[in-house]
């Protein structure tokens, strides 16, 4: 099974360039399955449901979110009811949201999860935990595991890897919208990489225009961050596993810049 994993769709300029390139590498990489990031997806905050049909009809199969997920208002019956968008399950107890998506690949049951991490973060249950929880009580009718991991610092995410190696199929890091170089399959069969970096505008601070940004770190006062535009990318990972032992097999990283051109 290919399956492609996108980092964090940053706003329209994020949705432009996925609905405009993500067709075009389905066809040509045979991908089985794709899992994007949308936490960020309506205008840099958050989810509503026209964005989350837009990206649905773009090709996307699931959606998983982070903190960032409940930022427009009037959207938690949408979310609670969007049977493909995976919020992170270790969210208090009422959440609005799915906790997993299940979805079948031909005779493969593929289930997706998200995890909030917990440094630098709010405050939350123990992902690690909750990840135990989670394949425990999932694993008997689940053949591949994938692991959106949203967290800030570097070794958490990097924890996180390691504690799921194994048992899981493949574990990416959301959130910091910074791409790393650092994919591998890790030693125990379980895909990895740090972060997938975002799908949005690079012209930017984390996707956010640079002025708005810089205000806040000159000043530390409030300042309205906007999405910015220009040099628009789609970045992500595309892993290849081996649906009757749920390791992976292949990592690759995926940068597709709007210019049509591939690195």
Partial sequence: ????????????????????????????ESVDLV?????????????????GQEILRAGVD???????LWDKRGTETYI???PFLARPANYPAGTPGQRFVQHDVGDTRVTVLSLQGRVFMPPMDCPFRCLDELIEKLSKETDVFILDFHAEATSEKQAMGRYADGRVSVVVGTHTHVPTADERILPKGTGFVTDLGMTGPYDSIIGMREDAVM???????????????????????????????????????????????VQ
């Fill in 1 to 28: 099974m290919r399956i492609l994993l996108i980092g964090d769709i940053i706003g329209r300029p994020g949705r432009d360039v996925l609905r405009k390139h993500l067709p075009s590498i389905k066809r040509a």
């Fill in 35 to 51: 899992v994007a990031n949308v936490e960020n997806a309506a205008a840099g905050f958050g989810l509503t449901e026209s964005v």
């Fill in 62 to 68: 699931i959606m998983t979110g982070g903190n960032h």
């Fill in 80 to 82: 609670d009811s969007e």
């Fill in 215 to 261: 205000r806040r770190f000159l000043t530390s006062l409030p300042s309205r961050f906007e999405v910015a535009s220009g040099d628009t990318r789609l970045s992500g990972l595309m892993v290849d596993v081996d649906t009757s032992s749920g390791r992976a097999l292949s990592v690759k990283r995926v940068h597709v810049f709007d210019e049509d051109k």
